[in-house]
């Protein structure tokens, strides 16, 4: 079992910052893939960002890409998502998820945080 709590979250002007933490807990936690997925009112669940147990691999979606990085510190047992040059359309609620393997698909992953509210004004 592995228990997620994310934090971080906030309301921001468009081109601000912010970084959102994902604390782990619970037995393979440091060996699980990680991923941040966010969900907009009036939409689906999407995948923004994975990352391997290790690191070595990074996954973004094209609407990110350039503008947030995931990492992690397996010492810690917390993955990040440094969000930067944000816009309103960023706005949504974000989860983080651990699974077997860096996947782009919800489904993939076995444990879900709580999640955190991003709002990006205009």
């Known amino acids: 079992q592995v228990q997620l709590v994310e934090s971080g979250g906030g309301t921001v002007q468009a081109g601000g910052s912010l970084r959102l933490s994902c604390a782990a807990s619970?037995?393979?936690?440091?060996?699980?893939?990680m991923g941040w997925f966010r969900q907009a009112p009036g939409k689906e669940r999407e995948f923004v960002a994975a990352?391997?147990?290790?690191?070595?691999?990074?996954y973004y979606t094209d609407s990110v890409k350039g503008r947030f990085t995931i990492s992690r510190d397996n010492a810690k047992n917390t993955v990040y998502l440094q969000m930067n040059t944000l816009k309103p359309e960023d706005t949504a609620v974000y989860y983080c998820?651990?699974?077997?393997?860096?996947?782009?698909?919800?489904?993939?992953?076995?444990?879900w945080g709580q999640g955190t509210q991003v709002t990006v004004s205009s």
């Open positions: 990352i391997s147990w290790s690191g070595g691999r990074l």
């Open positions: 998820a651990a699974g077997g393997i860096a996947a782009t698909i919800a489904g993939d992953y076995h444990y």
């Open positions: 619970g037995r393979a936690c440091s060996s699980a893939a």
